[in-house]
């Protein structure tokens, strides 16, 4: 069974700090996605990575980063965290980039920005 | 761009069948899934369709898929309580050419009533 681990599943900060949230998987996948869940939003993609040092800008990238330095570790950056950014973060993990391979989620951060 | 929608809420009672309902607009997309999420827990894939079919069952779960209308539905028969959660719809596409992604719907609440 594919594993996706989220680093924690709450998490409180104040306003301006750097936040890390961290994202590991045992399946050798090649790509890696980050999003948030918002009520009424559904998921929307902040970044995804396709490779080893590679990402690609999502939907919403505004106020984030990320690091992909090994295959199983994808990391999301808030370089300054604001109040507007208090949300549920999902990461996935997906094989390849063809066929119906789905992807798969780890159990998300709540993370509150105060 | 790519929109997926699918209403909010759904109540049935134990026992009746449920339906959710899902539009999309880009008629490229090769994949649709039906992903849920019990309250605290990340998505877990429940079921998906190719394009190319317009009926796929598994055990209590149904997807329909009208491609000319891009209309999906998920039916579960027999709802029980343990059914009750956020279901959502998503497409596949390549959109930036690097990796497949999925576009969510907002997630419909299942509520079932005893």
């Known amino acids: 069974d594919v594993k996706v681990t989220q680093s924690s599943r709450y998490l409180v900060k104040r306003t301006g700090e750097k936040v890390f949230l961290e994202c590991v998987q045992d399946?050798?996948?090649?790509?890696m996605f980050w999003y948030r869940q918002d009520p009424g939003l559904g998921l929307r993609l902040i970044y995804f990575s396709y490779d080893v040092k590679m990402k690609e800008k999502g939907d919403i990238p505004e106020g984030y980063s990320v690091s992909r330095e090994k295959k199983e570790r994808f990391s999301l950056i808030l370089e300054s965290a604001s109040t507007n950014q208090t949300s549920m973060y999902l990461c996935?993990?997906?094989?390849?980039?063809?066929?119906?391979?789905?992807?798969?989620f780890g159990d998300g951060t709540r993370l509150s920005i105060l | 761009g790519e929109d997926v929608e699918q209403s909010l809420f759904l109540s049935v009672r134990e026992g009746d069948s449920s339906v959710i309902n899902c539009t999309y607009t880009d008629s490229s997309s090769t994949y649709l899934y039906w992903y849920k999420q019990e309250p605290g827990a990340g998505l877990q894939l429940l079921t998906y369709?190719?394009?190319?079919?317009d009926m796929k069952q598994d055990q209590r779960l149904t997807v329909l898929l009208n491609k000319k209308d891009k209309h999906l539905s998920l039916r579960i028969a027999d709802t029980q309580t343990g059914d009750s959660a956020i279901y959502f719809c998503?497409?596949?596409?390549?959109?930036?050419?690097?990796?497949?992604?999925?576009?969510f719907g907002s997630g419909t609440q299942l509520t079932v009533l005893p």
């Open positions: 369709i190719f394009s190319n079919m």
């Open positions: 399946m050798d996948h090649e790509n």
């Open positions: 998503a497409e596949s596409s390549y959109r930036s050419g690097s990796a497949r992604q999925l576009t």
């Open positions: 996935a993990s997906l094989r390849g980039s063809s066929g119906g391979q789905p992807q798969h």
